[in-house]
Antibody, heavy 124, light 106 residues
């Protein structure tokens, strides 16, 4: 079955870059019928979609307006994984970060597979 | 962004009760509405997609309805394992979640 395994540091200093990786098993990051997302959750902001990468004959990215100037999501086809980089972090970026597959059924999409979550704290 | 408003934010219910949670979108989203269940320390789990379609492996006591701006998640007979927080999420434009409804034991 499809599984997502997250990795990355749990503590990041203010103004530095948050970097997380999501390894995919049982599916392909290059799938034409899925998108690969990053979502975070905090008590103050709830569940917040950050962005996604997907392949439809070429690679595309979509990012949330709230983080668009600071975020990069990249696929790595050689390792079948994708990554999140969030620059210039502040304590407001402290949250549990999830990777998730967005699967498609007919014309509808939903987050049907999730990673285990990574608690990231921004603190000096 | 499309705002998703859930109500109530929390409720208390007993095993066997019928439970209804509502979700309202700030504009029409057709049937681009999903429901998730989240337990403490765990990732959300997809229950319902496309407003009313049951995700594979999810018990049939869960059902969803609605279209446009108003949606409902119903648990027909609450079971002990259903005590959790439930979220709606729209995929019509950008991707946004509701604030959650915590279902607690009465």
């Amino acid at each position: 079955q499809v599984q997502l395994q997250q990795s990355g540091p749990g503590l990041v200093k203010p103004s530095q870059t948050l970097s997380l990786t999501c390894a995919i098993s049982g599916d392909s990051v290059s799938s034409n019928s899925a998108a690969w997302n990053w979502i975070r959750q905090s008590p103050s902001r709830g569940l917040e979609w950050l962005g996604r990468t997907y392949y439809r004959s070429k690679w595309y990215n979509d990012y949330a307006v709230s983080v668009k100037s600071r975020i990069t999501i990249n696929p790595d086809t050689s390792k079948n994984q994708f990554s999140l980089q969030l620059n210039s972090v502040t304590p407001e970026d402290t949250a549990v970060y999830y990777c998730a597959r967005e699967g498609y059924k007919r014309i509808y999409d939903a987050f049907d597979i999730w990673g285990q979550g990574t608690m990231v704290t921004v603190s000096s | 962004d499309i705002q998703m408003t859930q109500s109530p934010s929390s409720l208390s219910a007993s095993v066997g009760d019928r439970v209804t949670i509502t979700c309202r979108a700030s504009q029409s989203i057709s049937s681009y509405l999903n429901w998730y269940q989240q337990k403490p320390g765990k990732a959300p789990k997809l229950l319902i997609y496309a407003a009313s379609s049951l995700q594979s492996g999810v018990p049939s006591r869960f059902s969803g309805s609605g279209s446009g701006t108003d949606f409902t998640l119903t648990i027909s007979s609450l079971q002990p394992e259903d005590f959790a927080t439930y979220y709606c999420q729209q995929s019509y434009r950008a991707l946004t979640f509701g604030g959650g409804t915590k279902v607690e034991i009465k």
